[in-house]
């Protein structure tokens, strides 16, 4: 019997499906590629973390940040509505560009470490290493999310 549990369990995992995905393809820069607003950061390396809420009223709080250069945060996401939201971390060239192919395809799933959706009343998070000064920006570029104000600022310094 235990043979047959561990043989039913090594089948699920080899075939598990993120069923939080949806039907979209995947999108987003392959886990551990670096961004120009940063890249994954070590989660033994976390030397902040921050609480990040989303809300159906579109926004973010807090919509603006600040961290110092070189700093690896752990961003802990609680979605406090009850609609679907996302959170996408890159310059402002990649928030838009990530914006277009969600404009294309809404569905798609995200599969990078700078990316998370959070289901209603759900949590995530984002272990990110801010390598430069700057603005890095999030977004959530869910159909009209965006347009109606989801999105705010990391000043990194």
């Not at 290493?129 to 990194?156: D, K, N, S, W």
Request: hydrophobic residues 40%; positive net charge.
């Amino acid at each position: 019997m235990k043979r047959c549990a561990q043989l039913i369990w090594m089948l699920a995992l080899t075939f598990s499906v993120d069923v939080r995905a949806g039907p979209g393809h995947m999108h987003g820069a392959p886990e551990g590629a670096p961004s120009q607003a940063g890249a994954p950061g070590d989660a033994h390396a976390v030397q902040h973390a921050v609480e990040l809420a989303m809300y159906d009223s579109m926004r973010y709080a807090p919509s603006t940040l600040t961290v110092k250069r070189g700093q690896t945060v752990r961003l802990l996401l609680r979605n406090q509505g009850r609609l679907m939201h996302e959170i996408v971390l890159g310059s402002a060239d990649e928030i838009e560009q990530h914006r277009q192919a969600m404009r294309r395809d809404p569905s798609m799933t995200h599969g990078a470490a700078s990316m998370a959706h959070v289901a209603p009343g759900g949590q995530a998070q984002i272990v990110w290493r801010f390598a430069q000064a700057g603005t890095v920006h999030y977004a959530c570029l869910l159909p009209g999310h965006y347009e109606a104000g989801m999105r705010g600022r990391i000043e990194v310094r």
